[in-house]
């Protein structure tokens, strides 16, 4: 995916209220935990002083990595400076499994006033391979900038004496919106979104539950298992995609609905939600760059109705279809509007309580989350860097997570599970068999 072209941004001041973008995922925090990570795996020399070094010169470049959210006297949640709070970096050595410890911590919480809210993680394998993650409170990045910002910190631990570059720091998400989404014309064309999804979703029905999925358990067991695509037939797999006009996100997406349906155990036909988060980068009224970290995504929501002849191809191209006309019409600006706005919630017990019940009656869904295609990393560096990828712990209604990223020609997935609602015995068989069908696919 090109980064789009980007104005200078003029420099951001703290304190400011939160974004509703921002609000919306620090409350659903509440309801599940919605920290995601942005993974390096790699070989060779990487020395933990000169990241530590790194991850304070992130600090001082970018303006959320020395900022905390906190609350102003009407218990409204507001983005406060915390300029003397480090970011921790935690060095761990393992066997060889280092996804559980990693997903493990992925979900400890951030509380209010936290700061910086993200942290680093090392994890030093037997063999001498390593990963390195930073873990990032929602409210405070996505998954491009969170690549970005981990690819800038191994860059400048492998070369310490590059020129330090503040970044100014970009305005919030709903401040870039066009003007057909704010003011009189926004709550019109909310008003009309909420009316043309609710027609939407009579039409399908009722949404199929998995079977043994357990959205009310009371504790959270996060795992995750990768899967990946060399980079001599993700080309392949693009060309394929191209002939029959899909995208390579929509056939993994094809492949994660097909093997969800097949999940179930019989034939009978079945209604999928599926909801996709994506970038708005580049549908805000000036265009938005990766290079500092910034809350821009949003959620589209789509309903299939599969049944065990369902083509691979046609669901690849449907989904392709679906989300390009989600984005155009404007789903992805108005997602925000229907709700009440998260940033009018007091941060208080009774607030949390309230957003939660509003949102607790959620159908369940699986999810695909794709990134697009990584930069390569900037300079030269003494070790190799093998995966950039992310990863986020599925929600109370969320069957699967699957967060997709390229880097150097390379597609990594990784699948994301929570064992306390879906356990293992019925997860790993599903994600093997999402993997064979986008293998079939591809062969």
Same mark, same amino acid.
């Given at each position: 995916m090109t980064e789009p072209s980007?104005?200078?941004?003029?420099?951001?001041?703290l304190p400011r209220r939160i974004d509703p973008a921002e609000a919306f995922f620090w409350f659903m925090d509440h309801v599940s935990s919605m920290n995601f990570m942005v993974i390096a795996e790699g070989v060779g020399e990487l020395d933990d002083a000169a990241v530590r070094a790194a991850l304070a010169r992130a600090q001082q470049e970018h303006v959320l990595l020395r900022a905390a959210i906190t609350t102003n006297a009407e218990h409204r949640l507001i983005w406060t400076p915390a300029p003397d709070a480090p970011l921790d970096y935690q060095v761990v050595v393992?066997?060889?499994?280092?996804?559980?410890?990693?997903?493990?911590?992925?979900?400890?919480p951030f509380p209010l006033g936290s700061a910086p809210l993200v942290r680093a993680m090392r994890l030093n394998q037997a063999d001498g391979r390593w990963t390195l993650a930073l873990i990032f409170h929602h409210s405070a990045g996505d998954g491009r900038s969170g690549c970005q910002l981990l690819a800038d910190i191994l860059v400048n631990a492998a070369q310490p004496d590059r020129p330090l570059t503040p970044h100014p720091g970009y305005r919030p998400l709903?401040?870039?919106?066009?003007?057909?989404?704010?003011?009189?014309?926004?709550?019109?064309?909310?008003?009309?979104?909420?009316?043309?999804?609710?027609?939407?979703?009579?039409?399908?029905?009722?949404?199929?539950?998995?079977p043994g999925f357990?959205?009310?358990a009371p504790t959270t067991q996060p795992r995750f298992q990768t899967l990946r695509v060399e980079p001599e037939r993700l080309e392949r797999l693009v060309e394929r995609c191209r002939a029959v006009g899909a995208t390579v996100h929509g056939a993994v997406s094809a492949a994660q609905l097909i093997a969800v349906q097949r999940a179930f155990g019989d034939a009978a036909p079945r209604t999928?939600?599926?909801?996709?988060?994506?970038?708005?980068?580049? !549908?805000?009224?000036?265009? &938005?760059? *990766?290079?500092?970290? /910034?809350?821009?995504?949003?959620? =589209?929501?789509?309903?299939?109705?599969?049944?065990?002849?369902?083509?691979?191809?046609?669901?690849?191209?449907?989904?392709?279809?679906?989300?390009?006309?989600?984005?155009?019409?404007?789903?992805?600006?108005?997602?925000y509007g229907l709700?009440?706005?998260?940033?009018?919630?007091?941060?208080?017990?009774?607030?949390?309580?309230?957003?939660?019940?509003?949102?607790?009656?959620?159908?369940?869904?699986?999810?695909?989350?794709?990134?697009?295609?990584?930069?390569?990393?900037?300079?030269?560096?003494?070790?190799?860097?093998?995966?950039?990828?992310?990863?986020?712990?599925?929600?109370?209604?969320?069957?699967?997570?699957?967060?997709?990223?390229?880097?150097?020609?390379?597609?990594?997935?990784?699948?994301? !599970?929570?064992?306390?609602? &879906?356990? *293992?015995?019925?997860? /790993?068989?599903?994600?093997?068999? =999402?993997?064979?069908i986008l293998a079939r696919a591809i062969d």
């Open positions: 980007v104005s200078a941004a003029p420099a951001v001041v393992v066997e060889s499994d280092w996804r559980t410890p990693l997903a493990e911590a992925l979900v400890r709903h401040d870039c919106y066009p003007p057909s989404y704010v003011g009189d014309a926004g709550l019109e064309a909310i008003q009309n979104f909420k009316v043309q999804r609710k027609s939407e979703l009579v039409r399908y029905g009722k949404f199929d539950d998995f357990d959205r009310h999928l939600g599926m909801t996709t988060p994506a970038d708005l980068r580049g !549908y805000l009224r000036e265009p &938005l760059g *990766s290079d500092s970290p /910034l809350m821009c995504a949003t959620l =589209l929501s789509t309903v299939y109705r599969l049944d065990a002849d369902s083509d691979f191809w046609i669901l690849a191209r449907t989904v392709s279809d679906d989300l390009k006309r989600l984005l155009q019409r404007g789903d992805g600006h108005l997602f709700f009440p706005s998260p940033a009018d919630f007091p941060a208080t017990p009774e607030g949390i309580a309230a957003f939660k019940k509003m949102m607790e009656i959620a159908p369940q869904v699986t999810l695909v989350s794709n990134v697009g295609r990584l930069a390569p990393l900037s300079a030269a560096t003494p070790f190799q860097v093998e995966a950039l990828s992310f990863a986020l712990c599925p929600m109370f209604n969320h069957l699967l997570f699957n967060a997709a990223s390229t880097f150097e020609g390379r597609m990594t997935l990784n699948v994301n !599970y929570d064992a306390a609602r &879906l356990p *293992s015995e019925r997860a /790993l068989p599903l994600i093997a068999e =999402l993997g064979a």
